[in-house]
């Protein structure tokens, strides 16, 4: 079991900056990458920025160049900078994991997405 915690949302003007924090507990060390999504009311719930636990980011086009993903294994932490921030990136944010557990009976690596409670950013124009 992963525990994910987000903390930094907030509402900002377009163009400003925010940061976002995400605090992982539990079994930690299952965790294989770690991302960021976003879902604003009535969509789906997109994929914005992933990184592998040896720091290989990737991004959705819509945040490339503006947002980086960053993680740091000993704190059990990741992070989404958000710069230049535009009115359409308004939505919650959520922090998710993905871990993989060996399971004995299997005998094989079973995945697993885990999620937190999310936060708001509101950019405004």
């Known amino acids: 079991q992963v525990q994910l915690v987000e903390s930094g949302g907030g509402s900002v003007q377009a163009g400003e900056s925010l940061r976002l924090s995400c605090e992982a507990s539990g079994n930690t060390a299952s965790i294989l990458a770690m991302r960021w999504y976003r879902q604003t009311p009535g969509g789906q719930r997109e994929l914005v920025a992933e990184?592998?636990?040896?720091?290989?980011?990737n991004y959705a086009d819509s945040v490339k160049g503006r947002f980086a993903i960053s993680r740091d294994n000993d704190q059990d932490t990741a992070y989404l900078r958000m710069n230049s921030l535009k009115a359409e990136d308004t939505a919650v944010y959520y922090c998710?994991?993905?871990?993989?557990?060996?399971?004995?009976?299997?005998?094989?690596?079973?995945?697993?997405?885990?999620w937190g409670q999310g936060t708001q950013v509101t950019v405004s124009s």
């Open positions: 990184i592998s636990r040896g720091g290989t980011a």
């Open positions: 998710g994991a993905r871990t993989g557990t060996f399971v004995q009976s299997l005998m094989r690596v079973v995945p697993h997405n885990y």
